[in-house]
């Protein structure tokens, strides 16, 4: 009886705590998904370019 308690309480629980922090998210502009990759300077910042070792693919 227990463990259906504890399994009932975990299937409430774990969709509202994500639908609540996934909300304050979504309103925060700062560090939200989109403005980070839509920012070209912050992007470019993470990406390296590659650089072709000597002698190799010649010929």
């Not at 509202?16 to 998904?33: E, F, M, P």
Request: proline share 5%; with cysteine; net charge neutral.
């Amino acid at each position: 009886m227990k463990a259906r308690l504890v399994t009932l309480i975990a299937a409430l629980l774990l969709p509202l705590s994500l639908v609540l922090s996934s909300s304050t998210t979504a309103q925060n502009q700062d560090s939200s998904c989109v403005a980070c990759h839509t920012d070209e300077a912050a992007l470019k910042k993470t990406c390296k370019p590659f650089v072709k070792p000597e002698g190799e693919a010649e010929g």
